[in-house]
């Protein structure tokens, strides 16, 4: 079992780069189909300085974390792990360009199932290169012991 001790750990924060390549793939394969996410100028003709990202992008900057240490420190096993759930709360727009910072904390830790899974939940603070406040994201890994 994941010991509840580690409820607060903070992960080491990172900074990556929305790249207007990887937004356009991104909503190409989750289905996409509005021009602003592909085309710069229906962007800009529909208010934006460039490509915003799409929704849910954020997620898989955040699994590009360099620093995957503190899984092997509370115990998580990479193989035994299933996500188990993800919401986000955005507060401003993100662009093609940005340098976005990350921000995780371990928020909580419980089982279930007699303590066959535990849960691991982490709360994210994403900021953008001006200190903006993006989005905030939660998610959850379900972790299967035995």
């Known amino acids: 079992m994941i010991d509840k001790k580690h409820i607060g750990k903070v992960i080491p924060a990172f900074r990556t780069v929305a790249e207007a390549g990887r937004l356009r793939f991104f909503?190409?394969?989750?289905?996409?189909?509005?021009?602003?996410?592909?085309?710069?100028?229906?962007?800009?003709?529909?208010?934006?300085?460039?490509l915003p990202l799409p929704?849910?992008?954020?997620f898989s900057l955040e699994l590009e974390?360099?620093?995957?240490?503190?899984?092997?420190?509370?115990?998580?096993?990479?193989?035994?792990?299933?996500?188990?759930?993800?919401s986000f709360t955005?507060?401003?727009?993100?662009?093609?360009?940005?340098v976005l910072l990350f921000e995780c904390r371990i928020a909580d830790i419980y089982d279930k199932k007699g303590g066959a899974l535990d849960f691991?939940?982490?709360?994210?603070?994403?900021?953008n290169q001006k200190g903006e406040h993006v989005a905030d994201m939660r998610s959850v890994l379900v972790h299967r012991n035995g």
Not at 65 to 86: F, M, N, T, Y
Not at 120 to 127: D, L
């Open 90 to 98: 955005y507060h401003k727009m993100a662009y093609a360009g940005d």
């Open 27 to 50: 909503a190409k394969a989750t289905g996409e189909t509005n021009p602003v996410y592909f085309d710069e100028s229906a962007a800009r003709d529909a208010g934006h300085p460039t």
């Open 120 to 127: 691991v939940v982490r709360e994210t603070r994403v900021t």
């Open 55 to 58: 929704p849910t992008f954020l």
């Open 65 to 86: 974390q360099p620093d995957k240490s503190w899984r092997d420190e509370i115990g998580i096993q990479v193989a035994r792990i299933l996500h188990g759930e993800q």
